[in-house]
């Protein structure tokens, strides 16, 4: 590492207690102590849970106290496949052309020209080869080995994840004619698809682009402060009705206060992309901040949960 390098490090105590997470020597704390510390390095603010109000405080809370077996399912992103489907119907699924336990395990010259390769269990992992010929294969296996060894349960303190088994799917290439895929993220609140997070450029953090919107179209007065925002609203997905009704019956159907759902719209089909439990580990950087209270209060909370 260079010396600039080291004094960035340093400059940013965030980077500090991650690294100190992932490598497991975070892990005499327990999960509300985890999350506390987190959210304090990251937001600035203490995280306040007696009690819970705004929408952070509230999906924690619930990343806390509900724990129901199946979430480990849900949020395993290769057999979470298999429980949408039986849901939706597997015509919304995107086909999986293999699966791995370890970059050891990839053959490239089986798969097609063009491909994704992701982990099932975190965001970091992910490769989208449009030509195979030009894909840098060290570099992807660098990238995936990297994110198999990571325990995100031990990062983040998500309950769900800590039982997942960590493995690397092959997924067909999929493009919706913007050059890639957009994903539209529903938001539903007690069972009920309230409104669109609409991302692109996914690829690259740095440069890619998110905004709320109504179903209508309409730019929410909130945004995320930490990533890049749309100049222009995009267009609404081909399908959008289908794709309400689907979360619809998909949010009633795992029965939460609070869930993500992802999709993609691709020649008119929808297609499911996963399910979020905990959006940004519940640092979801929203301004203006009020909305984070206002949000919070369409979440509401069972009563008499203990946390297990």
């Known amino acids: 590492m260079t010396l600039n390098g080291l ?139 990297n994110a198999i060894q990571r325990d995100f349960y031990k990062s983040t303190r998500e309950w769900p994840y800590k039982d997942v088994e960590r493995k690397i799917i092959a997924e067909k290439y999929m493009d919706d004619g913007s050059g890639g895929l957009r994903d539209y993220k529903i938001f539903c609140f007690n069972n009920e698809p309230k409104f669109l997070y609409i991302s692109e450029g996914l690829e690259d953090h740095s440069t890619a682009k998110m905004g709320f919107f109504t179903f209508d179209g309409e730019q929410l007065p909130f945004y995320r402060a930490d990533y890049n925002r749309f100049e222009q609203a995009p267009p609404m997905p081909e399908g959008l009705e289908e794709m309400i009704a689907i979360s619809d019956k998909l ?38 901040e009020e909305w984070l209270y206002t949000l919070g209060e369409w979440i509401t909370l069972p009563e008499n949960m203990e946390e297990k």
């Open 7 to 145: 004094k960035s490090i340093i400059k940013r105590p965030w980077n500090i207690i991650y690294g100190l997470s992932w490598r497991g020597m975070l892990d005499w704390m327990s999960d509300e102590a985890h999350f506390k510390l987190f959210y304090r390095e990251y937001m600035g603010k203490r995280l306040k849970l007696d009690p819970p109000r705004s929408f952070n405080e509230k999906i924690v809370w619930l990343s806390l106290h509900d724990r129901r077996p199946e979430y480990t399912i849900m949020v395993d992103k290769h057999k979470a496949k298999e429980y949408v489907g039986n849901i939706i119907g597997h015509e919304h699924i995107i086909p999986t052309l293999a699966v791995y336990d370890s970059v050891n395990d990839i053959d490239f010259d089986a798969l097609p020209d063009q491909f994704v390769l992701k982990t099932n269990h975190d965001s970091q992992g992910l490769v989208i080869c449009r030509d195979k010929a030009k894909l840098d294969r060290k570099t992807a296996i660098e990238k995936l080995n």
């Open 251 to 288: 949010a009633k159907k795992i029965n939460r206060p609070f869930v993500r759902l992802d999709f993609y719209s691709v020649k008119g089909t929808i297609y499911f992309g996963e399910i979020t439990l905990c959006p940004a580990c519940g640092k979801n950087k929203i301004e203006p």
